[in-house]
T-cell receptor
Framework: AQKVTQAQTEISVVEKEDVTLDCVYETRDTTYYLFWYKQPPSGELVFLIRRNSFDEQNEISGRYSWNFQKSTSSFNFTITASQVVDSAVYFC????????????FGKGTLLTVNP | DAGVIQSPRHEVTEMGQEVTLRCKPI?????LFWYRQTMMRGLELLIY????????DSGMPEDRFSAKMPNASFSTLKIQPSEPRDSAVYFC??????????????FGQGTRLTVV
């Protein structure tokens, strides 16, 4: 069984603040994949990043950064200098390895960035 | 590629009617997923296919729901008969398992279903 927990239901920040979205996962697979998706108010689901279980390097892409720690089963997402356009629901997701590609999503975190 | 294409974008139907949602995955992708999104339950995986074969349908809520993938470029999700509690946004997604790596899933725009 696999499970993704996003404990933060809603976060509200003021523009230019840094914000971290938490994601904790559970899986019995030794190989697995983690993802973050963004769902803006328009409703589409936009892929942000994929991380493989055997690659624990952190990643930075512009104002976005991701911290993957297998020891704590966490894959947290930080937005630096947040902007109003970052307002969205952010989902963390997990898929198993091998042929069992079952993509499971967390409940999502609603981020509101106020001007 | 045009991405994952879903139709219709919006569907309003009366309770008891049959509803068919359609999905065209990205060409070359070998996995296809159907999700349902509601405020209460979030994003639920209903069923997924690999090479047109259903792999896991444990998320299908009940026998009123059925999904098919007759070929690599088309899938349907059918609800018969529909009920008001089926009202939700239904997403289709596809992905490619390249070699031994699972790649990201790309989502369609979704179908907003309202059953009155």
């Amino acid at each position: 069984a696999q499970k993704v927990t996003q404990a933060q239901t809603e976060i509200s920040v003021v523009e230019k603040e840094d914000v971290t979205l938490d994601c904790v996962y559970e899986t019995r697979d030794t190989t697995y994949y983690l993802f973050w998706y963004k769902q803006p108010p328009s409703g589409e689901l936009v892929f942000l990043i994929r991380r493989n279980s055997f690659d624990e390097q952190n990643e930075i892409s512009g104002r976005y950064s991701w911290n993957f720690q297998k020891s704590t089963s966490s894959f947290n997402f930080t937005i630096t200098a947040s902007q109003v356009v970052d307002s969205a629901v952010y989902f963390c997701a997990l898929s198993g390895g091998g042929s069992n590609y079952k993509l499971t999503f967390g409940k999502g975190t609603l981020l509101t960035v106020n001007p | 590629d045009a991405g994952v294409i879903q139709s219709p974008r919006h569907e309003v139907t009366e309770m008891g009617q049959e509803v068919t949602l359609r999905c065209k995955p990205i060409s070359g992708h070998d996995y296809l997923f159907w999700y349902r999104q509601t405020m209460m339950r979030g994003l639920e995986l209903l069923i997924y296919f690999n090479n047109n074969v259903p792999i896991d349908d444990s998320g299908m809520p009940e026998d009123r729901f059925s999904a098919k993938m007759p070929n690599a470029s088309f899938s349907t999700l059918k609800i018969q008969p529909s009920e008001p509690r089926d009202s939700a946004v239904y997403f289709c997604a596809s992905s490619l398992r390249g070699g031994s790596m699972n790649t990201e899933a790309f989502f369609g725009q979704g179908t907003r279903l309202t059953v009155v």
